[in-house]
């Protein structure tokens, strides 16, 4: 990771150390990998800056009205490859999302997101609800206790910001 970067980012409010509420998503999709038999994840305070990231460009550029674009997609920046993805993308386009980390944190492994969104001024997060939403949910379940899939997760990060919940999974 860039340190710089990352100061300028905690500098400014965008990255801090996990809250409590991150704190509880992650604790909370550990203990439903535990009940599946799936190993608990460490926590990775560098792919919670990914998640971050993230969650700050989907503040700034995704419109949850407009559903072109997945919430994986990111927006086209000088600091990484954007792009839209589509539920109909070809699995190339993905690279979008899997390649993040190497892209912002010099990762060697692909990365595995999971979203959520919420209104911040409307609604208070409730970690419990977003996680068993996500378990309710085939391929955000699969995704969280790696059913069907060939990677093997080590590492675990999580992101919120502005209604914006990302998490990070990698070996």
Known sequence: MN?????????VGIFNTPDAKSKEVFNLINAYRIKNGKSALKF???LAYVATIHAYDQFINYRFDDRTCSMHSWSISDKWKGGCISEDKSVADWAIMWDKPQELIGMKQ???????????KTTAIDPKE????????PGHRNCMIERGWHTRFKR????????????????
């Open 3 to 11: 340190l710089l970067t990352l100061f300028v980012w905690m500098f």
């Open 44 to 46: 990775c305070d560098s």
């Open 110 to 120: 692909k990365g595995y997101e999971i979203s959520y969104m919420y209104d911040p």
């Open 130 to 137: 977003v996680v068993e939403g996500w378990i309710k949910s």
């Open 156 to 171: 675990m990060g999580v992101g919120i910001y502005q209604g914006h919940i990302n998490v990070w999974f990698a070996e």
